[in-house]
């Protein structure tokens, strides 16, 4: 096993060969949109997203739905066409799942990828003097949370969509050809949960500059207006610590960096003098993407954020 539960990594990783690995995930949870065929869109991207982040390409998946018997058929077949849709998109295939009854419906995917052992990439190998690139806007969470309190009109609702539904895929293989240290998704410990494991994983310190960071606009607004999900607050409290936010940064601003994500960008740590290179190839993929952070030698702290 050459990565395991041992740590906070997104996958599990085993040796097969001298050249080859498998790269092994599972993720799903309840829906947060009402509309089945996003869900399914939504929770697929989420699970593909661990793959990327290993640095490996998904090839085959597996489905888990839970579903209550008052939920109609057609309901149960737009999740999962949602969801095949989704690892199509990703050039992988679905080789069957697993299906049980269940008082709320959740559905989400058990993927597998390949990559050279030699090619992993993990959240604990940042290295002083990298920088840190985000790949998409944050804000997802919140942006959730209006939705299911009708504060999100149509053009709010899609961006929302856009933000969930979008694979890393073309983020994933930028890194790849650029050269990364290390890598992370996004997800449910929001930006500066995960930006901490990364920091406490390698022993450094990671710096995080909070008017770099690519947020949503309405979600920025929603945050200043106290609309925040209570997993921002239990992101929050997990850094508490062993973190230090400079008293110059506007509240609204790190609640949105404390934000669960759900199918949120890569976090990229990789030398400075590649940033630029990646940041191109990154401008045709997402065109969100920002250098946000650095990588510093322990200072007492695993993580700052800086205005």
């Known amino acids: 096993m050459l990565v395991g539960f041992d740590s906070s990594d997104d996958a599990a990783v085993y040796r097969v060969t001298n050249d080859l690995a498998i790269v092994q995930t599972v993720d799903f949870f309840p829906p947060m949109v009402d509309d ?24 085959i998946a597996m489905n888990l739905l839970c579903f209550p018997s008052c939920l109609p058929v057609s309901a149960v077949g737009e999740i999962l066409a949602g969801g095949y849709e989704k690892v199509k998109e990703a050039g992988a295939v679905i080789a069957g799942g697993h299906t049980i009854e269940d008082p709320e419906p959740k559905y989400g995917l058990c993927v597998t990828g390949f990559i050279h052992p030699e090619k992993i990439l993990t959240n604990s ?38 933000l969930m539904t979008a694979l890393n895929a073309g983020a994933g293989n930028a890194m790849t ?9 996004v997800t449910g410990f929001g930006l500066l949960g995960h930006a901490y494991e990364m920091a406490k994983g390698s022993g450094v310190t990671i710096e995080m500059k909070a008017r770099s960071v690519p ?17 921002a607050y239990r992101n929050r409290e997990y850094i508490q610590g062993d973190a230090q936010i400079m008293q110059t940064v506007p ?11 759900t199918s949120g960008g890569l976090l990229i740590s990789l030398p400075e003098e590649k940033a630029p290179k990646l ?13 946000v952070g650095r990588v510093l030698p322990f200072a007492g702290k695993s993580l700052i954020v800086t205005e």
Do not use: W
Not at 131 to 149: P, R
């Open 125 to 162: 190998g940042c290295r002083q003097g990298d920088v840190l690139v985000l790949t998409k806007a944050l804000g997802s969470g919140i942006l959730s949370t209006a939705a299911m309190a009708g504060l999100l009109d149509q053009t709010e609702y899609r961006r929302m969509v856009e």
């Open 36 to 59: 089945p065929f996003v869900f399914g869109q939504v929770a697929a991207a989420n699970a593909l997203s661990d793959i990327y982040a290993m640095g490996a390409v998904p090839s």
């Open 215 to 231: 947020m949503d606009p309405k979600a920025l607004e929603l945050a200043k207006e106290g609309i925040i999900p209570a997993g």
């Open 279 to 291: 940041l191109s190839q990154l401008e045709l993929v997402t065109g969100e993407a920002r250098v």
């Open 251 to 261: 509240l609204e601003l790190s609640d949105v960096m404390c934000d669960p994500q």
């Open 177 to 185: 050809r650029v050269g990364a240290n290390a890598c992370t998704d």
